[in-house]
């Protein structure tokens, strides 16, 4: 089975930086794509940022652009999110999600939508103290 393993996390205080891995494990060959999404209590899960493995594009909301960064190693099959200058508004339970295959004429807007990834990793807590 393919699955993904998340990993990372934790407390910080404001202004801190956390790094946040993803690997998908049962999968060899062909494109992909890997995203994070978060939730916060109360709130719907959003995205947060994403990157195609093919082409090395990344996406991001624009409550994170400058500030939290995709990253991803092919050939381990993982996805990095490195989050920097954190706020108390990101804390939420951070989720990675894949998208296999990738579905070509993918966009920002159906990238940044729960139903257009098909596989997700287990939650990770992040917390940023104010």
């Known amino acids: 089975d393919v699955q993904l393993q998340a990993s990372g996390g934790g407390l910080v205080q404001t202004g801190g930086s956390l790094r946040l891995s993803c690997t998908i494990s049962?999968?060899?060959?062909?494109?992909?794509?890997m995203s994070w999404f978060r939730q916060a209590p109360g709130k719907e899960r959003e995205v947060v940022s994403c990157?195609?493995?093919?082409?090395?594009?990344?996406y991001y909301a624009d409550s994170v652009k400058g500030r939290f960064t995709i990253s991803s190693d092919n050939a381990k099959k993982t996805a990095y999110l490195q989050m920097n200058s954190l706020k108390p508004e990101d804390t939420a339970v951070y989720y990675c999600?894949?998208?296999?295959?990738?579905?070509?004429?993918?966009?920002?807007?159906?990238?940044?939508?729960?139903?257009?990834?098909?596989?997700w990793g287990q939650g990770t807590q992040v917390t940023v103290s104010s």
């Open positions: 049962g999968f060899a060959f062909g494109s992909y794509a």
């Open positions: 990157i195609v493995s093919s082409d090395g594009n990344k």
């Open positions: 999600a894949a998208q296999i295959p990738l579905m070509y004429g993918s966009s920002w807007y159906t990238f940044s939508r729960t139903s257009s990834w098909n596989l």
